[in-house]
C-alpha cells in the first residue's frame, strides 16, 4: 500500500519557468515531509523539509507548500535550470519513530 | 564531515546465491536504514537499525536480513537470490534520535545488484 504517492512519472518545463512537483499522502500520521533530487547512478540527496506546523518553507529557488487538510504537499522550482534535471522523490515521517515513507518519483527535464 | 559510503557499487550474482552489502554512515549517525529501489516502484523501505538493534522492519521477505555494528556500520544480507532482487539498495544514516523529534536522512550511492 503506497502511503505517499507521486502521480506524475515525469515532467518536462522551459528553463526559466516553474516547475511543479506534487505528493499526496494517506496517513494523518505523517508530521514531517521532505523532498530529495536524485541523479543517475547516484544516490538521493536531501533538498527541502517541511513540518506539519508550517504551510510553506522556501529555500532559494525552492519552495514547498503543504496543505494538511488535502494531504498535498508541492515543490516549486523558481526559475528551473538545466541542472535541475533529475528525479524527485517526496518523502514523510511520522510523529512515531524514524521510518520514512517515499513516492515514486517524478522525473524533471528542464529544456535549454 | 564524509558522507554515507557503500560497498561495493556494483554486483552480479546468480539465483540462488546471497549477498552481502555494507553501509558506513556519516561519522555521529546512529540510525542506518535501507531501502531497495526498482522501476516504478520508488524507494521501498527494508528495514531500519539503531544502536545494533533493529527497530522498524518493511514488508520484505525474511531472505532479507540485516545487522547493525557498535560502530554503526550496517550489513544487509540477501540470501537465495531471485532475479527479482535486481535492484538499487540504498542505505542512509540519520542521527536517531527520539521519535517526534524532525531528522533527515542522508544516502550514499547505493550498490547496484543485478541477479542472473
Known amino acids: 500500500d503506497q502511503q505517499v504517492k507521486q502521480n506524475s512519472p515525469s515532467l518536462s518545463v522551459q528553463e526559466g519557468r516553474i516547475s511543479i512537483l506534487n505528493c499526496d499522502y494517506t496517513n494523518s500520521m505523517f508530521d514531517y515531509f521532505l523532498w530529495y533530487k536524485k541523479y543517475p547512478a547516484e544516490g538521493p540527496t536531501f533538498l527541502i523539509s517541511?513540518?506539519?506546523?508550517?504551510d510553506k518553507n522556501e529555500d532559494g529557488r525552492f519552495t514547498v507548500f503543504l496543505n494538511k487538510s488535502a494531504k498535498h504537499l508541492s515543490l516549486h522550482i523558481v526559475p528551473s535550470q538545466p541542472g535541475d534535471s533529475a528525479v524527485y522523490f517526496c518523502a514523510a515521517s511520522p510523529n512515531t519513530g524514524n521510518q520514512f515513507y517515499f513516492g515514486t518519483g517524478t522525473s524533471l527535464t528542464v529544456i535549454p | 564531515k564524509a558522507g554515507v559510503t557503500q560497498t561495493p557499487r556494483y554486483l552480479i550474482k546468480t539465483r540462488g546465491q546471497q549477498v552481502t552489502l555494507s553501509c558506513s554512515p556519516i561519522s555521529g549517525h546512529r540510525s542506518v536504514s535501507w531501502y531497495q529501489q526498482t522501476p516504478g516502484q520508488g524507494l521501498q523501505f527494508l528495514f531500519e537499525y539503531f544502536s545494533e538493534t533493529q527497530r522498524n522492519k518493511g514488508n520484505f521477505p525474511g531472505r532479507f536480513s540485516g545487522r547493525q555494528f557498535s560502530n554503526s556500520r550496517s550489513e544487509m544480507n540477501v540470501s537465495t537470490l531471485e532475479l527479482g532482487d535486481s535492484a538499487l539498495y540504498l542505505c542512509?544514516?540519520?542521527?536517531?534520535?527520539?521519535?517526534?523529534?524532525?531528522?533527515?536522512?542522508?544516502f550514499g550511492p547505493g550498490t547496484r545488484l543485478l541477479v542472473l
Open positions: 517541511i513540518s506539519s506546523i508550517k
Open positions: 542512509a544514516s540519520s542521527l536517531g534520535l527520539s521519535a517526534g523529534l524532525e531528522e533527515t536522512q542522508y
